[in-house]
């Protein structure tokens, strides 16, 4: 790998019985072109999937480029988090200062679209400049009486980890200020963003068990539910990367438990289903569960043979944000006959790299924050026909005349649940046996 920088060879490992533990949870490397997006970014990709807030960029315009049209998380009522509002800061603001042009936005916003809560998200430079947007919030609280959090992410505070960081603490000053009755079977769902609808496969399922869930947080969520979040038994937590942080708040503060699960793949589907039915220590949600999986996997085991048997022998390249969805796609690709031989993340830990390491076969290569050359050069060492990744890597898998499957924020196919399995097999299968692939020269 001649083209790997001298300070990143320690961030990737060629899997092999004797491997080091891989260098990860750090800044990206000066000259390294990192697939990682800012602290604001990774704030923002939580925060704005609640559907009844207003989400207000403080900062230049360019920030605002986030908008829903990048992460589509559906909503079954309000629409507010659809629009992208920003103070567009220009050059005078910069010198002096942008709180008044911060307060009238959001005041005039609040008159116009009435919502439940106000997330402002201070950018790069009005970390440089200072702006007290904590005082403009207070000011907008005393005067509308909605929580008006401040969302302080300048990108170079961090990594988009720390932003998620962020994210979590914005919510958890939400969390604990209203009460509700909830039944017995409650729970929450942290880190499912309701992308193309999979968070409504997941409701379908636990409804069926016969589990209540109250807030969805954040995909298709609610500012009130999340106020009363913290009345449910137990914290559901998908996409740990990201929700972590308010699992842990909301276990310490008021001691409600979590786990992690995914819902991606049979097996971890199935697995998410039997965790929480035990959890709450009752026979009839387990058999619940264990009827729902049965069925499931019979109507989906016939269907998946057809793609086994035409993908067998295919290989997949993944680069994601977090790396735990990472565990649940090697397992999902290996139930349809497809290797995973290079397998990354922006955002992976320590441990969840341990056990990619053990999942993985010999020789894949596994690596941490890459960059748009490593990622060409691992494809074509290994010989991949298949890159699963999320917007940034598609222009990468299609230069290389490679298939590609969105499995990120952009998504328009829910990939979550039994169906998404086979949605997601569908996928791979469309892509990798697309005759267009002929015409390339490689
Ligand atoms: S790095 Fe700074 S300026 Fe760029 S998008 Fe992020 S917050 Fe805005």
Redesign the pocket.
């Known amino acids: 790998m001649n083209m790997l920088i001298e300070e990143r060879k320690r961030q990737v490992s060629f899997n092999k019985n004797d491997r080091a533990e891989i260098q990860c949870s750090i800044p990206s490397i000066a000259g390294s072109v990192s697939q990682r ?5 990774g704030s923002r990709v939580v925060l704005y999937p609640i559907a009844d807030a207003l989400h207000v ?1 403080h ?2 315009i ?2 605002a ?2 908008t829903w049209d990048i992460r589509g998380a559906l909503s079954s009522g309000e629409q507010l988090h659809r629009l992208s509002f920003s103070t567009d800061l220009r050059e005078n603001d910069v010198v002096f200062g942008g709180e008044k042009k911060l307060y009238t936005a959001v005041m005039e916003l609040c008159e116009l679209h009435n919502p439940k809560a106000v997330f402002i ?1 201070s ?3 009005i ?1 440089v400049i200072g702006d007290d947007v904590e005082a403009v919030c207070r000011k907008v609280n005393e005067k509308l009486n909605i929580p008006v959090i401040p969302v302080q ?4 505070k961090g990594t988009k980890k720390d932003g998620y960081k962020i994210a979590c603490e914005a919510l958890a000053t939400l969390v604990g200020t209203k009460e509700a009755e909830v039944p017995e079977y409650s729970i929450n769902i942290l880190g499912d963003f309701n992308l193309a609808g999979e968070l409504w496969i997941l409701l379908k399922y636990y409804k069926e068990m016969g589990i209540h869930v109250h807030a969805t947080i954040t995909g298709d969520g609610r500012v009130d539910k999340i106020c009363s979040a913290h009345k449910v038994s137990l914290n559901v937590v998908q996409c740990s990367g990201s929700m972590m942080a308010l699992a842990k708040i909301m276990k310490e503060k008021y001691n409600v438990p979590f786990m992690k699960v995914s819902y991606f793949g049979i097996e971890d589907m199935s697995n998410a289903l039997y965790l929480v039915a035990n959890f709450f220590k009752s026979e009839a949600l387990l058999s619940k569960a264990k009827e729902i999986v049965q069925r499931e996997f019979a109507e989906l085991t016939p269907a998946l043979k057809f793609y086994k048997e035409r993908l067998n022998g295919r290989k997949a390249a993944i680069y994601v944000g977090g790396l735990f969805k990472a565990i649940s796609l090697i397992k999902a690709l290996r139930l349809i006959g497809v290797q995973t031989v290079v397998v990354g993340s922006q955002t992976g830990t320590a441990d969840e790299y341990e056990i990619i390491g053990d999942l993985c076969d010999e020789g894949t290569i596994i690596v941490d924050d890459s960059n748009p050359l490593e990622l060409a050069a691992f494809v074509k060492e290994t010989g991949a026909d298949i890159f699963i990744g999320g917007v940034k890597e598609r222009p990468i898998a299609y230069k290389l005349g490679i298939g590609f499957c969105d499995h990120n924020h952009e998504r328009k196919e829910a990939l979550a649940g039994f169906e998404g399995m086979l949605n997601f097999a569908k996928e791979i299968y469309a892509t990798a046996t697309s005759p267009v692939w002929q015409f390339v020269n490689r």
């Open positions: 997006a800012c602290v604001f970014c960029i900062g230049p360019g920030c480029a986030y998200y950018t790069c430079i970390g992410a300048p990108g170079f």
